[in-house]
């Protein structure tokens, strides 16, 4: 008797934010994920390195594999004993053919479970500043699928709030079928397109213009079209589209959350170095050190990996004092069972510097575990107070394929680090018009500015307490 196992998992509409906790811990956890292009794909990241991730995603018109072989695909891996995950934008249940999953897994005799998710008919509603229901326009709302199947009618409900969901190629059809009701040609309408991506856009009209607009806009897919007196709402609540798109290249790009929509396109990878046999030579003297300066996480990550070969732990570490270039360095590091002496408020090598020069480091000697390719400014700084400053290459970076991005919506990049700014030239050659620079500090400032990028300086966390 088999036990594989079928999950049928909505991955919400798109922003990987709004993907549940279930759903990630099952792809993390799934021997075989079966997913929709219209997932968050940064969300195949979290699963198994050994695990089979197949795209069976459907365009218009276009399938990479029809349902029914979809259908008979997970039953074929949940009978050889397989946990399979099918990944589904939005939620499975709504308009999203999971019903029709489920059923043919009960059919084939295999256990399945469903695991709801975020609908773009309430998400895209959302981001697009559109409140479905309101007191004081409707209390009711209807969700329509534009797309029926050959021959079948499309109905429109009585409700105050319409939202019709995979109806870009049918929108005619969708507002013929509202006038054919009774809905007045200035009822307000519009179209959340991308709803809750960074691309969004949001395009409105009434019925008697909406198709021109939408003609002139160049629809694309996906999109959500609202119908009701709620669409009027949209400029006064539109949260999402005032603040900017800013587009992160290096890693941890939830600390600059504070600056706009964060798209995360990763453009550099840190891995181990080749030759460790330098790096171990300084490390078996870690405990001649009075300080030991962790300017990343990758350097606190691959520092204990290099302590653990020599089967030593944090304990090596304890006649040194720690210094952490910031929260999240030193977040990592209480991971491994080590609390920071000193982190500064300004997280960069300058702010390091300007705290240690409050100390007396006159003959201490400082440990840098650090990158092949690192900055000297601190280093720098550290010699001029009167330390003895040694560097151990731990490891380095590479330059990766990042995943596509769309510039015309992209308002500001930031460079966390010299080489986010060399792969980034390397890739995309220069800057894109109308697209401001920004820097994690001056020597990443100074190393956009030699290659022709002028970067301003990553404006502060603003403290509203």
């Not at 079966?34 to 276009?62: M, Q, T, W």
Request: hydrophobic share 40%; proline share 5%.
């Amino acid at each position: 008797m088999s036990c594989g196992k079928v999950y049928i998992v909505g991955a919400g509409p798109g922003d990987i934010e709004l993907v549940t906790l279930k759903a990630a811990r099952l792809v993390a956890e799934g021997d075989v994920i079966c997913y929709d292009h219209l997932i968050p794909l940064e969300l195949l990241n979290h699963a198994r390195p050994d695990a089979e991730v197949i795209s069976v995603g459907k365009f218009a018109a276009k399938h990479t594999l029809p349902q029914d072989k979809i259908n008979a695909l997970l039953i074929e891996k949940a009978k050889e004993g397989k946990t399979v995950v099918r990944l589904k934008g939005g939620d499975p249940y709504l308009f999203g053919r999971g019903g029709e999953e489920a059923q043919d897994c009960v059919e084939a005799g295999v256990e399945f479970e469903v695991v709801p998710g975020v609908t773009s008919a309430l998400a895209a509603a959302c981001y697009g500043g559109i409140p479905p229901t309101h007191r004081d326009f409707t209390p009711h709302v209807a969700i329509i699928t534009g797309h029926r199947k050959e021959g079948r009618q499309l109905d429109i409900p009585k409700a105050g709030t319409l939202i019709f969901l995979m109806g870009v190629s049918n929108i005619s059809r969708i507002i013929s079928s509202l006038l054919e009701a009774g809905k007045s040609p200035d009822t307000p309408i519009a179209a959340v397109e991308h709803g809750t991506r960074y691309d969004q856009r949001v395009i409105t009209g009434t019925l008697e213009n909406f198709e021109e607009k939408l003609k002139a806009a160049q629809p694309r897919t996906p999109a959500i079209f609202i119908v009701g007196r709620v669409v009027e709402l949209q400029q006064t609540l539109d949260w999402f589209g005032k603040k900017p798109n800013v587009l992160v290249m290096g890693n941890h790009p939830q600390r600059y959350a504070y600056l706009g929509n964060i798209v995360h396109r990763r453009i550099i990878d840190c891995v181990a170095v080749d030759d460790y046999t330098e790096a171990d030579e300084t490390i078996k003297h870690i405990a001649e050190f009075n300080w030991i300066v962790f300017t990343s996480v990758n350097g606190a990550k691959y520092l204990f990996e290099r302590l653990a070969t020599m089967k030593l732990d944090a304990r090596a570490l304890a006649n040194a004092k720690i210094a952490a270039i910031g929260k999240t360095t030193a977040q990592r590091l209480r991971e491994y069972g080590i609390t920071a002496d000193l982190v500064p408020q300004d997280e960069s090598s300058v702010g390091l510097v300007e705290e240690f020069k409050k100390l007396e480091m006159s003959g201490s000697k400082v440990l840098f575990p650090q990158a092949e390719v690192a900055s000297k400014v601190l280093p720098a700084g550290l010699t001029e107070l009167g330390a003895t400053v040694e560097g151990a290459i731990v490891y380095k970076t590479i330059d990766i394929e990042p995943p596509e991005v769309d510039f015309d919506y992209i308002d500001k990049i930031l460079f966390t680090s010299g080489s986010t700014v060399r792969a980034f030239t390397k890739h995309y050659g220069k800057m894109p018009e109308n697209t401001e620079a920004l820097a994690l500090g001056i020597p990443t400032q100074q190393e956009a500015k030699k290659h022709g990028i002028e970067a301003g300086i990553i404006p502060p966390k603003a403290n509203c307490s």
